[in-house]
């Protein structure tokens, strides 16, 4: 396959705590932990994975996988959902920010930031947004699909403030799942417990957003659900549609079907590079809304073969093939290829 123009849908930074702090007022920098933290060996001691990360470090990483462009999401800053103090996130969200836009000037052609806003506010997290976009050049704005003190839901009215502001900046909102300890109660490993994190977590936000009729609301809103895989898609759907077909009242601002929804073409999904579902969902559902996604360089990333896996399947065409590297992150985080995809 030639021309092909890889596009990492979902990449991370190592957002290291210390180079936080020099952007943050002196009243927030004086704290010992900006995010909360737990005491899993995810990386196994540094064995899987990778800690030491810098722009320099991810570009030439980028280079031997093959990826052209790398989307950026936190790495630390996933857990922004769970931070109490309001005006605390509002602070940490603006020097995540501030950071990532100077770690993507190292090559702004390559490294593209992902805005963290705080929720927490939603009138601070449009501020934040615009800021983030407009100011900073940024193409995407995240969702944390986890609230440890929050009871709303990603689909209450209170987030539309939120959803005009993306959609009049038109930029993608992404759900980021994160490795949410929802039940943690219930394990005893740090495996049961990612296991049973993201998929779950993006089944709850993607329910909750089109059962809460954002997308009737808001029909030039753009959104993905990232780093959960695409095969619990379908399955989902049909199981979303059987519900509602039953209890409509429950959902009153819908006019079609859940499934309809998920196939027009707004939504979008992250996928991993080996799953086996992946030829079926571009099937089921559509081919052109799947995001290629490294997930570098996290414990569970398969990095520095994610590339190679989607090249080397004999189960998906060539065609089907270039959507998911690339063509479909195009479109979904609005940017342009340098050279033509053939």
Known sequence: MHGLYIVDADGHVRDNED????????????RVFLFPKDA?????GGVLGKRNVNAKVQLEDMDLEGIDVAILYPTNGLFIGEVRDRDFAIAVAR?????????????????????LVPLQDVQAACEEAERAVKDLGFCGVMFPTYFRYATRSC??????PFYATCEKLGVPVAFHATGGERGECRFDTFLGLHLFSHVPEQMISITNFILGGVLEKFPRLTVGFMEAGCGWLPFWMEHMDEEYEKRKHEAPLLTKEPSEYIRGGQVYIGCEPEEKMLPIVAQMVRDDILLYASDYPHWDSDWPHTVKTVRERTDMSDELKRKVLGENALRFYGLQSPVPTT
Do not use: I, M, S
Request: proline share 7%; with cysteine; aromatic share 16%.
């Open 19 to 30: 180079e936080l702090k020099r952007y943050l007022e002196p009243q927030w920098a004086r």
């Open 40 to 44: 899993h060996d995810r990386d196994l």
């Open 95 to 115: 020097a995540y920010n501030n950071w990532l836009h100077d770690y993507c000037q190292t090559d702004p052609q390559r490294l593209k930031g992902v805005a």
């Open 155 to 160: 689909g209450d009215p209170y987030f539309d």
